[in-house]
């Protein structure tokens, strides 16, 4: 069975970093992408960022470009999202999902979804 546990989130100040990461299990991943979504109060879920879990090819939205960067460490299983400069608008739970490698922006392309880990940025 497939697992997806995110961890990292928090509450930190305009201008700070957090690293979220998203430990993976149940399966081999080397045919898979791993993508990290968001949802803020309101809003629809919305892509950040992605990576291909055999070759490493990453994508981004436009909104965290140059601020997010997505990784994967093969060995822990693990996919991790640095996020810096940090604004008021990152604030919302964010969420990993692995899906086949063709998988990139949209929700409804990911088969298994985490439960989230809540990103509070104060301005």
Do not use: H
């Not at 992408?33 to 949802?39: D, E, H, N, P």
């Not at 940090?86 to 086949?100: H, I, N, R, S």
């Amino acid at each position: 069975q497939v697992q997806l546990v995110e961890s990292g989130g928090g509450l930190v100040q305009a201008g700070g970093s957090l690293r979220l990461s998203c430990a993976a299990s149940g399966r081999s991943f080397d045919s898979f992408a791993i993508g990290w979504f968001r949802q803020a109060p309101g809003k629809d879920r919305e892509f950040v960022s992605r990576i291909t879990w055999s070759s490493g090819n990453t994508a981004y939205a436009g909104s965290v470009k140059g601020r997010f960067t997505i990784s994967r460490d093969n060995a822990k299983n693990t996919v991790y999202l640095q996020m810096n400069s940090l604004k008021p608008e990152d604030t919302a739970v964010y969420y990993c999902a692995a899906g086949y490698s063709s998988s990139y922006y949209g929700v409804g392309e990911y088969n298994y979804w985490g439960q989230g880990t809540q990103v509070t940025v104060s301005s």
